[in-house]
């Protein structure tokens, strides 16, 4: 049963972080009574986020300068780490426990989240899905994808998983935010984001379900986040 929930937003804040920070804003003041909620931000300085917010029980900013010492992909990869060890930092802080985690991207909306949270608890509560939530499980927008190279023969595939919204137990996220260390330690690991984070999930042999209760869209997709909520995209697609 998820009583306590954390939230990750990690990346880089767009034009538009007002709006998606007003509505995490409106998720936390309306979360169930039985039901705490966190929120923890890793990205890096903008002309979008300066000051601190009452959002985020722990944030942590980059100084640009120091992404010189990243290469391509570790940009994310850190952050990703780096959020991980702020929630870890708070819950021996405030000696807590988080039952699931949600990890997305600054740019992106989600709607109707309480109530997508009471029917992850529906499932967890089922007497089929009595390990629901566990540390091999993740859950998404998308799923593991076989994908075929452009200009390439047709043997020649690779895996690709996309990063805008993960969710699970802690030891999935965690498992999930580790996976700069492996891409530095290996050369196995392409530095390709996508492709990379695909064939590291494999190998920990991690499932990766694609959840078709979640409400969710890229902030640029729409106009505002009420058009979101009313399935009123840019381009006059289904949502």
């Known amino acids: 049963m998820i009583k306590s929930v954390a939230v990750h937003i990690v990346g880089q804040l767009r034009e538009g972080w007002e709006e998606v920070h007003n509505q995490w804003l409106s998720v936390k ?11 923890f931000l890793c990205s890096w300085e903008s002309d ?5 917010s009452s959002l985020f029980v722990k ?15 570790l940009y994310y990869y850190n952050r990703m780490k780096k959020v991980s060890l ?5 819950e021996i802080e405030s000696n807590k426990k988080y039952d699931f985690v949600v990890q997305i991207r600054p740019d992106a909306y989600m ?7 009471e029917i992850i608890n529906d499932r967890i509560n089922s007497d089929y899905l009595t390990s629901y939530l566990n540390n091999h499980k993740l859950i998404s927008t998308n799923t593991l994808a076989t994908h075929k190279g452009r200009h390439k023969t047709q ?4 895996f690709f998983v996309d990063d805008k919204f993960f969710a699970g137990a802690p ?22 984001y996508h492709v990379s984070l695909a064939e590291y999930l494999l190998d920990g042999r991690m499932i990766v379900e694609k959840d078709l209760k979640i409400k969710f869209g890229l902030q640029r997709d729409f106009n505002s ?3 979101f909520i009313d399935g009123n995209n840019k381009y006059n697609l289904v949502v």
């Open 171 to 192: 030891g999935a996220i965690d498992y999930l935010n580790n996976v700069g260390d492996e891409v530095v330690r290996s050369s196995k690991y392409q530095l390709n």
């Open 225 to 227: 986040f009420q058009d």
């Open 155 to 158: 043997e020649q595939f690779y």
């Open 111 to 117: 709607g109707n989240f309480w109530r997508w949270i």
């Open 29 to 39: 003041d309306n979360a169930p009574a039985n039901i705490d909620i966190d929120f």
């Open 86 to 90: 702020l929630r870890k930092e708070y």
């Open 48 to 52: 979008e986020y300066k000051e601190p």
């Open 59 to 73: 944030s942590h900013l980059d100084d640009s300068d120091k992404f010189k010492y990243d290469v391509g992909i």
